[in-house]
Protein backbone atom coordinates (compact mmCIF):
# COMPACT_ATOMS: atom_id res chain seq x y z
CA UNK A 1 0.00 0.00 0.00
CA UNK A 2 1.10 3.08 -0.92
CA UNK A 3 -0.66 6.61 0.79
CA UNK A 4 0.76 10.29 -0.36
CA UNK A 5 -0.80 13.09 1.72
CA UNK A 6 -0.02 16.98 1.51
CA UNK A 7 2.96 15.46 -1.03
CA UNK A 8 5.01 17.35 -3.42
CA UNK A 9 6.65 14.12 -5.02
CA UNK A 10 5.33 13.62 -8.68
CA UNK A 11 4.24 10.46 -9.97
CA UNK A 12 6.76 9.39 -12.36
CA UNK A 13 7.00 6.18 -14.89
CA UNK A 14 8.97 4.47 -11.96
CA UNK A 15 5.69 3.73 -10.41
CA UNK A 16 5.58 0.40 -12.44
CA UNK A 17 8.27 -0.68 -10.14
CA UNK A 18 5.45 -1.04 -7.62
CA UNK A 19 4.31 -3.75 -9.48
CA UNK A 20 2.63 -5.38 -5.99
CA UNK A 21 0.91 -2.38 -5.20
CA UNK A 22 -2.59 -3.24 -3.93
CA UNK A 23 -3.51 0.20 -2.62
CA UNK A 24 -2.73 4.03 -4.19
CA UNK A 25 -4.13 6.87 -2.39
CA UNK A 26 -3.07 10.69 -3.02
CA UNK A 27 -4.39 13.39 -1.05
CA UNK A 28 -2.97 16.83 -1.72
CA UNK A 29 -0.18 17.19 -4.34
CA UNK A 30 0.47 20.83 -3.48
CA UNK A 31 0.84 20.68 -7.64
CA UNK A 32 3.54 18.09 -7.70
CA UNK A 33 1.59 16.10 -10.25
CA UNK A 34 1.42 17.50 -13.82
CA UNK A 35 -1.68 17.66 -16.76
CA UNK A 36 -1.05 13.92 -17.16
CA UNK A 37 -0.38 10.58 -15.09
CA UNK A 38 2.03 8.17 -16.70
CA UNK A 39 0.79 5.52 -18.47
CA UNK A 40 2.61 3.07 -16.51
CA UNK A 41 0.37 3.24 -13.83
CA UNK A 42 -1.81 1.15 -15.91
CA UNK A 43 1.06 -1.74 -15.20
CA UNK A 44 -0.04 -1.95 -11.26
CA UNK A 45 -1.93 -5.08 -12.60
CA UNK A 46 -2.54 -6.21 -8.85
CA UNK A 47 -3.86 -2.35 -7.85
CA UNK A 48 -7.55 -2.97 -6.43
CA UNK A 49 -7.98 0.45 -4.43
CA UNK A 50 -7.19 4.07 -6.37
CA UNK A 51 -7.73 7.21 -4.51
CA UNK A 52 -6.61 10.42 -6.33
CA UNK A 53 -7.77 13.61 -4.03
CA UNK A 54 -6.62 17.43 -4.65
CA UNK A 55 -4.52 16.86 -7.58
CA UNK A 56 -4.53 20.70 -8.87
CA UNK A 57 -3.08 20.32 -12.40
CA UNK A 58 -4.37 16.58 -13.44
CA UNK A 59 -6.69 17.09 -16.61
CA UNK A 60 -7.18 13.76 -17.56
CA UNK A 61 -6.65 10.01 -16.57
CA UNK A 62 -4.36 7.78 -19.20
CA UNK A 63 -5.94 5.25 -21.56
CA UNK A 64 -4.05 2.69 -19.66
CA UNK A 65 -6.29 2.65 -17.18
CA UNK A 66 -7.85 -0.03 -18.79
CA UNK A 67 -4.99 -2.76 -17.79
CA UNK A 68 -6.41 -1.87 -13.98
CA UNK A 69 -8.96 -4.92 -14.75
CA UNK A 70 -8.67 -5.89 -10.51
CA UNK A 71 -9.70 -2.22 -9.38
CA UNK A 72 -12.34 -2.10 -6.77
CA UNK A 73 -12.63 1.00 -5.55
CA UNK A 74 -11.90 4.02 -7.63
CA UNK A 75 -12.17 7.64 -6.11
CA UNK A 76 -11.73 11.15 -7.63
CA UNK A 77 -12.30 14.06 -5.66
CA UNK A 78 -11.11 17.76 -5.73
CA UNK A 79 -9.68 17.12 -8.98
CA UNK A 80 -10.73 21.13 -10.63
CA UNK A 81 -9.35 20.63 -13.90
CA UNK A 82 -10.18 17.26 -14.53
CA UNK A 83 -12.00 17.02 -17.79
CA UNK A 84 -11.47 13.80 -19.36
CA UNK A 85 -12.23 10.23 -18.32
CA UNK A 86 -11.55 7.99 -21.68
CA UNK A 87 -14.14 6.44 -21.92
CA UNK A 88 -13.56 2.91 -23.44
CA UNK A 89 -10.61 2.21 -21.43
CA UNK A 90 -13.37 3.18 -18.33
CA UNK A 91 -15.12 0.82 -19.40
CA UNK A 92 -13.24 -2.43 -19.13
CA UNK A 93 -13.08 -1.78 -15.32
CA UNK A 94 -16.00 -4.29 -14.52
CA UNK A 95 -14.30 -5.59 -11.24
CA UNK A 96 -15.38 -1.84 -9.31
CA UNK A 97 -17.58 -2.23 -6.20
CA UNK A 98 -17.01 1.53 -5.37
CA UNK A 99 -17.36 4.54 -7.58
CA UNK A 100 -16.97 8.33 -6.31
CA UNK A 101 -16.71 11.22 -8.42
CA UNK A 102 -16.47 14.52 -6.36
CA UNK A 103 -15.54 17.97 -6.46
CA UNK A 104 -14.96 18.14 -10.26
CA UNK A 105 -16.38 20.60 -11.72
CA UNK A 106 -14.93 20.12 -15.05
CA UNK A 107 -16.59 17.27 -15.74
CA UNK A 108 -19.74 17.45 -17.43
CA UNK A 109 -20.66 13.90 -18.96
CA UNK A 110 -20.13 10.16 -17.23
CA UNK A 111 -18.92 7.74 -19.40
CA UNK A 112 -21.42 5.83 -20.96
CA UNK A 113 -19.84 2.65 -20.45
CA UNK A 114 -20.46 2.78 -16.77
CA UNK A 115 -23.34 0.54 -17.56
CA UNK A 116 -20.54 -2.05 -17.92
CA UNK A 117 -20.26 -2.43 -14.19
CA UNK A 118 -22.09 -5.42 -12.96
CA UNK A 119 -20.42 -5.36 -9.26
CA UNK A 120 -20.59 -1.76 -8.70
CA UNK A 121 -22.28 -1.21 -5.31
CA UNK A 122 -21.84 2.57 -4.45
CA UNK A 123 -22.02 4.98 -6.37
CA UNK A 124 -21.54 8.68 -5.68
CA UNK A 125 -21.87 12.01 -7.71
CA UNK A 126 -20.87 15.40 -5.42
CA UNK A 127 -20.30 18.71 -6.85
CA UNK A 128 -19.77 18.46 -10.63
CA UNK A 129 -20.90 20.01 -14.02
CA UNK A 130 -22.86 17.04 -15.49
CA UNK A 131 -25.71 18.13 -17.02
CA UNK A 132 -27.51 14.58 -17.96
CA UNK A 133 -27.27 11.51 -15.17
CA UNK A 134 -28.57 9.00 -17.75
CA UNK A 135 -28.45 4.96 -15.95
CA UNK A 136 -29.85 3.10 -18.38
CA UNK A 137 -29.93 -1.09 -19.02
CA UNK A 138 -28.66 -1.42 -15.52
CA UNK A 139 -30.69 -4.91 -15.60
CA UNK A 140 -33.12 -6.45 -18.05
CA UNK A 141 -32.43 -10.03 -19.47
CA UNK A 142 -30.55 -9.52 -22.45
CA UNK A 143 -28.27 -6.86 -20.39
CA UNK A 144 -26.88 -7.28 -17.03
CA UNK A 145 -25.23 -3.97 -16.34
CA UNK A 146 -24.81 -2.88 -12.87
CA UNK A 147 -26.78 -5.67 -11.39
CA UNK A 148 -25.42 -5.07 -7.47
CA UNK A 149 -25.90 -1.27 -7.60
CA UNK A 150 -27.08 -0.76 -4.40
CA UNK A 151 -26.07 3.11 -3.02
CA UNK A 152 -26.73 5.76 -5.37
CA UNK A 153 -25.98 9.29 -4.01
CA UNK A 154 -26.09 12.71 -6.24
CA UNK A 155 -25.44 16.05 -4.36
CA UNK A 156 -24.62 19.60 -4.88
CA UNK A 157 -24.52 18.96 -8.15
CA UNK A 158 -25.09 22.94 -9.75
CA UNK A 159 -25.81 21.97 -13.83
CA UNK A 160 -27.60 18.43 -12.98
CA UNK A 161 -30.64 19.48 -15.15
CA UNK A 162 -32.08 15.52 -15.51
CA UNK A 163 -31.48 12.04 -13.66
CA UNK A 164 -32.97 9.19 -14.86
CA UNK A 165 -32.60 5.15 -13.75
CA UNK A 166 -33.68 2.54 -16.01
CA UNK A 167 -33.71 -1.02 -15.61
CA UNK A 168 -32.20 -1.48 -12.52
CA UNK A 169 -32.14 -5.47 -10.76
CA UNK A 170 -32.06 -3.67 -6.68
CA UNK A 171 -30.66 -0.57 -4.72
CA UNK A 172 -31.13 0.14 -1.19
CA UNK A 173 -30.61 3.61 -0.95
CA UNK A 174 -30.94 6.84 -3.03
CA UNK A 175 -30.20 10.04 -2.20
CA UNK A 176 -30.80 13.16 -4.26
CA UNK A 177 -29.90 16.43 -2.78
CA UNK A 178 -28.88 20.18 -3.49
CA UNK A 179 -28.72 19.76 -7.04
CA UNK A 180 -29.75 23.77 -7.97
CA UNK A 181 -30.72 23.24 -11.87
CA UNK A 182 -32.44 19.64 -11.21
CA UNK A 183 -35.56 19.66 -12.54
CA UNK A 184 -36.81 16.03 -13.19
CA UNK A 185 -36.31 12.79 -11.75
CA UNK A 186 -37.63 9.77 -13.33
CA UNK A 187 -37.18 6.52 -11.68
CA UNK A 188 -38.27 3.59 -14.20
CA UNK A 189 -38.59 -0.18 -14.35
CA UNK A 190 -36.18 -0.89 -11.35
CA UNK A 191 -36.76 -2.84 -7.74
CA UNK A 192 -35.04 -1.53 -4.35
CA UNK A 193 -35.78 -1.86 -0.29
CA UNK A 194 -39.02 -0.94 0.93
CA UNK A 195 -37.46 3.12 2.06
CA UNK A 196 -34.92 2.75 -0.75
CA UNK A 197 -35.43 6.62 -1.61
CA UNK A 198 -34.89 8.02 1.22
CA UNK A 199 -34.06 11.95 0.38
CA UNK A 200 -34.43 14.01 -2.40
CA UNK A 201 -34.14 17.03 -0.64
CA UNK A 202 -32.88 21.25 -1.16
CA UNK A 203 -33.61 20.67 -5.42
CA UNK A 204 -34.92 24.24 -5.64
CA UNK A 205 -35.95 23.99 -9.41
CA UNK A 206 -37.54 19.92 -9.18
CA UNK A 207 -40.93 19.94 -10.97
CA UNK A 208 -40.92 16.55 -11.86
CA UNK A 209 -41.06 13.07 -10.69
CA UNK A 210 -42.02 9.95 -12.10
CA UNK A 211 -42.13 6.68 -10.62
CA UNK A 212 -42.89 3.74 -12.74
CA UNK A 213 -42.39 -0.41 -12.16
CA UNK A 214 -40.44 0.24 -9.19
CA UNK A 215 -41.32 -2.94 -7.18
CA UNK A 216 -40.49 -3.38 -3.36
CA UNK A 217 -40.92 0.07 -2.50
CA UNK A 218 -43.20 1.00 0.29
CA UNK A 219 -42.75 4.61 1.73
CA UNK A 220 -42.08 7.66 0.02
CA UNK A 221 -41.76 10.60 1.52
CA UNK A 222 -40.40 14.42 0.34
CA UNK A 223 -40.53 17.52 1.85
CA UNK A 224 -40.50 21.32 0.69
CA UNK A 225 -40.08 20.87 -2.73
CA UNK A 226 -41.20 24.47 -3.34
CA UNK A 227 -41.55 24.18 -7.54
CA UNK A 228 -42.64 21.03 -7.81
CA UNK A 229 -45.67 20.76 -9.99
CA UNK A 230 -46.08 16.14 -11.25
CA UNK A 231 -45.60 13.64 -9.12
CA UNK A 232 -46.31 9.97 -10.79
CA UNK A 233 -47.00 6.93 -9.08
CA UNK A 234 -47.26 4.28 -11.79
CA UNK A 235 -47.63 0.76 -10.91
CA UNK A 236 -46.25 0.44 -7.88
CA UNK A 237 -47.64 -2.56 -6.11
CA UNK A 238 -45.82 -2.48 -2.68
CA UNK A 239 -46.44 1.20 -2.27
CA UNK A 240 -48.58 1.99 0.48
CA UNK A 241 -47.41 5.11 1.96
CA UNK A 242 -46.87 8.46 0.60
CA UNK A 243 -45.88 11.74 2.23
CA UNK A 244 -45.85 14.82 -0.19
CA UNK A 245 -45.64 18.01 2.61
CA UNK A 246 -45.35 21.89 1.23
CA UNK A 247 -45.02 21.45 -1.97
CA UNK A 248 -47.04 24.63 -3.15
CA UNK A 249 -47.20 24.44 -6.73
CA UNK A 250 -48.01 20.51 -6.79
CA UNK A 251 -50.60 20.88 -9.71
CA UNK A 252 -50.63 17.17 -10.34
CA UNK A 253 -50.86 13.96 -8.19
CA UNK A 254 -51.36 10.30 -10.51
CA UNK A 255 -51.54 7.12 -8.98
CA UNK A 256 -52.15 3.88 -11.53
CA UNK A 257 -51.69 0.28 -10.36
CA UNK A 258 -51.38 1.65 -6.89
CA UNK A 259 -53.58 -1.06 -4.82
CA UNK A 260 -51.82 -1.01 -1.45
CA UNK A 261 -51.70 2.20 -1.06
CA UNK A 262 -53.33 2.58 2.76
CA UNK A 263 -51.64 6.16 4.27
CA UNK A 264 -51.83 9.55 2.22
CA UNK A 265 -50.26 12.84 3.37
CA UNK A 266 -50.70 16.18 1.18
CA UNK A 267 -49.94 18.86 3.45
CA UNK A 268 -49.34 22.29 2.81
CA UNK A 269 -49.75 21.69 -0.94
CA UNK A 270 -51.74 24.31 -1.63
CA UNK A 271 -54.41 22.94 -3.29
CA UNK A 272 -57.86 24.47 -3.89
CA UNK A 273 -59.40 20.80 -5.51
CA UNK A 274 -59.42 17.41 -4.30
CA UNK A 275 -56.87 15.61 -6.56
CA UNK A 276 -59.29 12.90 -8.63
CA UNK A 277 -56.54 10.55 -8.74
CA UNK A 278 -57.28 9.42 -4.58
CA UNK A 279 -60.08 8.12 -5.54
CA UNK A 280 -58.85 5.25 -6.77
CA UNK A 281 -56.89 4.50 -3.76
CA UNK A 282 -59.57 1.74 -2.73
CA UNK A 283 -57.53 0.87 0.00
CA UNK A 284 -56.34 3.96 1.70
CA UNK A 285 -57.45 4.03 5.71
CA UNK A 286 -55.73 7.89 6.37
CA UNK A 287 -55.91 11.19 4.14
CA UNK A 288 -54.19 14.21 5.74
CA UNK A 289 -54.98 16.92 3.80
CA UNK A 290 -54.15 20.16 6.27
CA UNK A 291 -53.20 23.48 5.56
CA UNK A 292 -54.70 23.57 1.85
CA UNK A 293 -57.43 25.36 0.25
CA UNK A 294 -59.94 22.91 -0.21
CA UNK A 295 -64.05 23.92 0.32
CA UNK A 296 -65.18 20.58 -0.78
CA UNK A 297 -65.26 17.04 -1.06
CA UNK A 298 -66.35 15.19 -4.07
CA UNK A 299 -69.49 13.38 -3.39
CA UNK A 300 -68.24 9.61 -4.16
CA UNK A 301 -65.29 10.09 -1.53
CA UNK A 302 -67.17 7.22 0.98
CA UNK A 303 -68.46 4.81 -1.71
CA UNK A 304 -64.99 5.21 -3.99
CA UNK A 305 -62.86 5.24 -0.53
CA UNK A 306 -64.18 2.31 1.53
CA UNK A 307 -61.73 1.58 3.69
CA UNK A 308 -60.67 5.24 4.53
CA UNK A 309 -61.03 5.78 8.41
CA UNK A 310 -59.07 8.98 9.06
CA UNK A 311 -59.34 12.02 7.28
CA UNK A 312 -57.97 14.82 8.27
CA UNK A 313 -58.96 18.14 6.40
CA UNK A 314 -57.54 20.94 9.08
CA UNK A 315 -56.71 24.58 7.94
CA UNK A 316 -58.60 24.35 4.70
CA UNK A 317 -61.67 26.86 3.23
CA UNK A 318 -64.41 24.53 4.99
CA UNK A 319 -67.41 26.49 5.44
CA UNK A 320 -70.92 26.22 6.61
CA UNK A 321 -72.71 22.52 7.68
CA UNK A 322 -70.32 19.82 8.12
CA UNK A 323 -70.63 17.57 5.46
CA UNK A 324 -73.57 16.06 4.01
CA UNK A 325 -74.38 13.24 3.45
CA UNK A 326 -72.17 11.68 5.98
CA UNK A 327 -69.21 10.32 5.67
CA UNK A 328 -70.22 7.15 7.68
CA UNK A 329 -66.96 5.05 7.49
CA UNK A 330 -64.67 7.94 9.15
CA UNK A 331 -63.72 6.93 12.74
CA UNK A 332 -61.83 9.80 13.14
CA UNK A 333 -62.31 13.33 11.53
CA UNK A 334 -59.98 16.75 12.41
CA UNK A 335 -61.55 19.83 11.07
CA UNK A 336 -60.40 22.42 13.05
CA UNK A 337 -59.29 25.84 11.31
CA UNK A 338 -62.03 25.94 9.04
CA UNK A 339 -65.14 28.57 9.03
CA UNK A 340 -67.55 25.35 9.62
CA UNK A 341 -70.97 27.22 11.60
CA UNK A 342 -73.02 23.73 12.54
CA UNK A 343 -73.01 20.40 12.96
CA UNK A 344 -76.76 19.31 11.65
CA UNK A 345 -76.46 16.07 10.44
CA UNK A 346 -73.74 15.15 12.67
CA UNK A 347 -75.70 11.94 13.97
CA UNK A 348 -75.36 10.48 10.45
CA UNK A 349 -71.17 10.02 11.23
CA UNK A 350 -72.33 6.37 13.05
CA UNK A 351 -68.39 5.19 13.19
CA UNK A 352 -67.19 8.50 14.48
CA UNK A 353 -64.90 8.17 17.57
CA UNK A 354 -63.01 10.90 17.18
CA UNK A 355 -64.13 14.42 16.35
CA UNK A 356 -61.56 17.68 16.13
CA UNK A 357 -63.35 21.09 15.20
CA UNK A 358 -61.25 23.95 17.22
CA UNK A 359 -61.17 27.45 15.95
CA UNK A 360 -64.26 27.37 13.94
CA UNK A 361 -67.40 29.32 14.25
CA UNK A 362 -69.82 26.40 15.10
CA UNK A 363 -72.88 28.06 17.21
CA UNK A 364 -74.46 24.77 18.96
CA UNK A 365 -74.09 20.98 18.84
CA UNK A 366 -77.26 19.62 17.74
CA UNK A 367 -78.78 17.44 20.61
CA UNK A 368 -78.52 14.34 17.95
CA UNK A 369 -74.88 14.10 18.95
CA UNK A 370 -76.35 11.83 21.74
CA UNK A 371 -77.05 9.50 18.27
CA UNK A 372 -73.22 8.65 18.45
CA UNK A 373 -73.20 7.43 22.39
CA UNK A 374 -72.10 4.31 22.01
CA UNK A 375 -68.84 5.27 19.38
CA UNK A 376 -67.85 9.02 20.07
CA UNK A 377 -64.80 8.79 22.03
CA UNK A 378 -63.26 12.22 22.10
CA UNK A 379 -64.76 15.62 21.05
CA UNK A 380 -63.05 18.96 21.26
CA UNK A 381 -64.71 21.94 20.17
CA UNK A 382 -62.54 24.89 21.74
CA UNK A 383 -62.46 28.20 20.39
CA UNK A 384 -66.50 28.40 18.74
CA UNK A 385 -69.45 30.45 19.51
CA UNK A 386 -71.08 28.04 21.63
CA UNK A 387 -73.42 29.46 24.51
CA UNK A 388 -75.05 26.56 25.34
CA UNK A 389 -74.15 22.46 25.85
CA UNK A 390 -76.90 19.91 25.27
CA UNK A 391 -77.00 18.33 29.07
CA UNK A 392 -77.90 14.82 27.40
CA UNK A 393 -73.90 14.81 26.39
CA UNK A 394 -73.04 13.67 30.09
CA UNK A 395 -75.29 10.37 29.29
CA UNK A 396 -72.74 9.65 26.40
CA UNK A 397 -71.27 5.80 27.18
CA UNK A 398 -68.02 5.69 24.83
CA UNK A 399 -67.36 9.78 25.84
CA UNK A 400 -64.38 9.82 27.41
CA UNK A 401 -62.85 13.05 26.52
CA UNK A 402 -65.03 16.88 25.62
CA UNK A 403 -63.09 19.83 25.51
CA UNK A 404 -65.43 23.19 24.88
CA UNK A 405 -62.87 26.17 26.44
CA UNK A 406 -62.81 29.06 25.16
CA UNK A 407 -66.76 29.58 23.91
CA UNK A 408 -69.21 32.39 25.12
CA UNK A 409 -70.59 30.53 27.82
CA UNK A 410 -71.80 32.44 30.88
CA UNK A 411 -70.24 31.52 34.20
CA UNK A 412 -73.42 30.03 35.76
CA UNK A 413 -73.58 27.89 32.64
CA UNK A 414 -70.29 26.53 32.96
CA UNK A 415 -70.92 25.87 36.92
CA UNK A 416 -73.80 24.15 35.83
CA UNK A 417 -71.82 21.92 33.14
CA UNK A 418 -68.78 21.14 35.71
CA UNK A 419 -71.52 19.90 38.07
CA UNK A 420 -73.41 17.55 35.53
CA UNK A 421 -70.09 16.37 33.98
CA UNK A 422 -68.43 15.59 37.49
CA UNK A 423 -70.96 13.18 37.92
CA UNK A 424 -70.24 11.71 34.09
CA UNK A 425 -66.70 9.32 33.83
CA UNK A 426 -66.13 12.06 31.09
CA UNK A 427 -62.58 13.91 31.51
CA UNK A 428 -64.83 17.53 30.86
CA UNK A 429 -62.91 20.86 30.09
CA UNK A 430 -64.66 24.53 29.35
Known sequence: K?????????????????????????????GAIGQHLPPELGELKYLSTLELSGIKNLEDLPNDIEYLVGISSLTLQNIPNLSRIPDESFGKLTQLISL????????????????NFQQLNKFEITKTNITILNLKGLQTIEITNMNSLSSIDVRNNDELLTF?????YYFQTLNIQSNKKLTSVNIVNVSCSSDAIRTIV???????????????????????LVNLKSIVFDNLQNLFNVTIRFSPELQTISFINTSSMKYLDLSGCNLATFPESILKLESLINLVLTSNQLSTLPSTLITDLPNLKVLNLANNNFQGNIFQPALSNIRELYLSKNSLTSLY????????????????????????????????????INYN??????????NMRSLSS??????????????????????SPIHFEI
Open 202 to 224: DNSQLNTIELKNVSGLNIFEINS
Open 402 to 423: FSATNNPITNDERRNLYRLFSQ
Open 2 to 30: LQLMNTNLPILPDIKNFQFLTSLIIRSDN
Open 164 to 168: NIQNS
Open 100 to 115: NFSDLPNISTIPTTIN
Open 385 to 394: KLSYIPYEMT
Open 345 to 380: GIQEYKSLQRLELDYNNILLIPSEIINLSTKLQNLT
